[in-house]
C-alpha cells in the first residue's frame, strides 16, 4: 500500500496514514462498506469479493478514457495493458521501459559492439504500437546523466562492463540477470528514443527504499534537458515528490518538458490539491498531466482517480473563488491537465 | 531565542519573528502578563520572577509526561535531566550524546588500537540506565556516512587522526579539545549503538550557523539507513526542517526509521501545523513523534508543547472536518503520536 | 512572461500559467480592459495603448517610493534607473553588477596581473553613486564560491584564464566576448564589494534555462557568508524560490543575510502568500524585503507590487485572525518588509 516493503514491528499499521485512511474512505464504499470501514471489515470484504472482481470494480470505477501502461517491471504477475483497459472500459496503450529493453537486447548479444545498432533496431521494432518510452535512471545510475549523446565507442565500452560485470559469457544469460546501472547507458537509450521522436518519462523522486532520492531530484536531468531540447522530444517528468516544485520549475523553462504528481498524488491523501498546487505554481496548466503509478492494488486506479479529481477541482474553484481567474477558465484547464495535455503529447488520438 | 548567535546591527529585534512572535502570545500569559505583552514589558517580568521561578513555571506548564533528554551538550551550564523532571512533574530519561562520550573515551587513551574496544565498554556502561544515544555527525563531518559498518582497523586510523589532529600527545589530553569529525568514526558509534539495540538519534536540518545544511539532508543518510534496516534499531531524525518531507519519505519507507519536527516546531510559532501536515504527507503516524528540543530557554518547553498540540489538533480536526477520518480515527492518531509511539520505541514504560 | 524562452509547440500558452493568469486579472484593468480579459484582447489593446503609454501606467500604478535598478545586463534595451524611476514617480537607485563590470576590466587590460588593482579602483569610481552590487555567480559557476577571500596572485591566474579562454590577445576585445565563471572571480569581486560595505545582491534559484538549480541552492554560500559575517557586509538573498525556506533558515542564523522572494513573487501569481508565508517561517520579520524583479515586461512592477502588498496583508492579516499577533503588530511588521528594512540596509534616506 506504500512504498515501504511491509509494516515494520516498530512503526505500526501502514492503514494509519494518509495513503491507508484515504482507502478507507475511498475504497470502502467501492466494496460496499461504509466510509471509513476498519482495515479489518476491508480486508475480510476484499477477500471474500475476489481479487477479479476487485479489481474490476476499481477499474471501472476509475472513470479512465486511455491508459498508458509501464509493461517493464514484474510483467508476469501483472494484468497486461488490454486487460487493464478492458476492465477500466479505456483504450489501452504501452510505455516501453528503456532499460528492460536494453537489458533484454544485451542479453542476446553475440559481441558487445553490434549493441548500439541492435539496441536502435529492437527500439523501433518494440514501439511500433508504443505511445512513448520510460527511463529508470532514477532506481540505478541517478538523474545526473550526460547532456551529450553518448558516442558509440562509448556506449560499447559501457556495455562490455555491463557483461563483464555479469561475471560470465554473454550467451545464454538471461536478461534479469543483467542491471543497467551507467550514466552512459541511460543516456545513450533515452537518445535512441529522442531519435523516434518518442515521448520520454522518467521516473523522478518519490520511490521505495531503492530509489535514493539523493540522486533522484529533477534538477540533475537540467543538462540532458538542455541536450534535448532542440529535439522537441517529449520529456515527463514523473512523480517528483518531493521535489515537484523543482519539476514545474524545469516544465515552465523547457518548451519540450511535462510534468505530473502520480503516485505521490494517492500517497499523501487527502492533501494531494497540496501538491497539485505546488507544482502548478511554476508549470504551466499545459505542461501538466494527471498519472496515477497505480500498481499492485487494484483500489489505486480508483483512489488516484478520485483523488486528484477533489485536488484539481479544489485548486481550480480556489482560484475562481479568489478571483484569480474565471470559472470559464478552470474548465477549460480542468481538461488540459485531465485529457488534453495528455492527448496532445502522446498523440493517443492517432493511436485508437 | 532564535538558531541565530544573537541579533545583529541591521536586522532588527529577534522578537519580530515567528518564534518571537509566539513567546509574546503563549508564553506571557504564564508570567501572568497579558497575550502579547511587548518584548519589553517580557523581559522586565522574567527578570522579576528570576530563573528558578520562570523554570519552574514552564516546565510545570508543559505538560509533560516523560521527558528524553540529551546531555551531550554544556552540560555544566543546564539543568539535568532529574531536575527537569523534577520541575516538570515528568519521567526522566537520558539521552547519551555518542559524540562527547567517543571524546571523552580518545582523551584517554593509552594505545589509538585500543579505542574501539574502550569505545564499546564505556557505550555498555554510559548508556546502562539510559534510553538511546544521538549523533551529532550533522554538525561535523555531515550525513553522507558510510553505510557498511567501519571495521576497527579503520576506526583506529582514523582515531590516529583526531590525535594528531590534536597537535600533541594523548595523555593528558582534555576531552574538549578533541572534536570528532569524520565519516568512519560517527558510523562507527553508530553501529556500536545498533549492536547494543539502542534507539540513535540524529540530528537532521535545522540547527544554527554551524550546522552546514548542504550535509544535513536527511536522504544523505540513506545508505547508512538501508545498512541498519536488517538491524531492527530504531534511528529517530530529529527537527529536519526544512528537509521535514525527505524525512517522511525515509520513515515510510525504512521500518525502523522515525521523524519529527522539533526545534522548527516552536520555531516557526504559528506554522507549526503547516509543518507537521507536510511531514505526515507520507510519513505514517505510527513513525512520528513530538519533541520539543527545548534548550536554554526555558519558554520552549512550554512552547513547543503549546505549538505541537495546536498544530496536531489543527491536522486532525482538519482531516475530520474534510471527511478525511473519523473523530475516533484522529483520537487514536493523536495519541501515538504524542505519546505511545515514544514509549514503544523507547521502551520508556520498562525504564520507569 | 515566464523565464522559459518562449511558449513551444506542445506546452500551450503561457498565459495559462499562474502569472499569465495574474497578468489577465490585474494588469487588464490598467488597460482599461475588465478584469480576465482574454489574451487577445489583452495584446491588441497593449498594442493600441503604445508601449510608452504601458510604461507609464504599469510604473504609475506600482505605488513604489524608490526603485533599486541592476543596470548590468541588456542595458541598451531597457529603460535607465533614470528613466524608470520618473515614470513611477520614485527615487531611483542604481545596483552595480560585479561580473558586467569585472569583464569590462578584463577587457581593457594590458596585463592580467594589474586586474585585482584595476577593479578595485574601477569599483569604487562606478559605485559611487550606487547603492550596492550584485552577483551572478549562480548563473555561471554557482554558488558553491570559496569561504575565504582569494589572493590576489589566484585572482591574476584566474584571469589569465579567463583570457587566454577567449582565444586572443587580450588587447582590443569586447567585454561582452569575456564570460567570468570561476568561483574564484566571483568570490574575488564579493569581497572588493564587502571591502567598501556595498550590499551584495546574490541572483539565488529561479530563473531560466540557463540558471542550473543544480547550483543555485542559497546553502551553498554557507561557507561564503560565515566568511561575510564578521565584515558586517549586508548580504541581499535574491528570489530563492524554490529554496526560500534554505534562504529563511540562512536569514536568520547570519546577522548580514537578508532574503526576498522576488521574480517568483509574480511568477507564482495568486500563491505568492504561500511563498512569503514560507520564507517568513525562520527569517526574522527584519530581514525579508520586497523585490519585483521586474524585467522586459512594464507588467510586472505593478504585478509584483500589487500581489506582495495582497500577499504581505493575507500573512499578516492571517495572524492577527489567529491571535497569533496584535493589529498593531501588523502594521509595523508590513512596514519594516514593505519599506524600512530596504531603507535602513541600502542607506536610501542618505542617497536622497
Known sequence: ??????????????????????????????LDLAPHASPEEYLARRAELGFAEVNRRFLAGAGLDSLCVDTGFDFDALLTPRELGGLADATPHEIVRLETLAESVAAELD?????????????????????????????????????????????????????????????????????IADPVLHGFLVWCAADLRLPVQFHVGYGDAEADLTRGDPLLLTGLLRGLAPTGTPVMLLHNYPFHRNAGYLAQVFPNVFADVGLALHGVGDRASVLLNELLELAPFGKVLYSSDAYGLAEFFHLAAVLFRRALARVLDGGVAQGSWTGADASRLAGMVAADNARRVYALDQRR
Open 111 to 179: 559481441r558487445p559492439d553490434t549493441f548500439p545498432d541492435r539496441f536502435r533496431e529492437a527500439l523501433v521494432e518494440r514501439t511500433r504500437h508504443a505511445v512513448g518510452v520510460k527511463s529508470i535512471a532514477a532506481y540505478r545510475a541517478g538523474l545526473d546523466l550526460p547532456g551529450e549523446r553518448p558516442p558509440d565507442g562509448e556506449v560499447v565500452k559501457a556495455v562490455e562492463r555491463l557483461l563483464r560485470g555479469s561475471g560470465g559469457d554473454p550467451q545464454g544469460r538471461r536478461p534479469e540477470h543483467l542491471r
Open 1 to 30: 500500500m506504500t512504498e515501504a516493503d511491509g509494516p515494520g514491528p516498530l512503526g505500526g499499521s501502514l492503514f494509519d496514514s494518509r495513503v491507508g485512511l484515504a482507502v478507507r474512505r475511498w475504497c470502502a464504499p467501492v
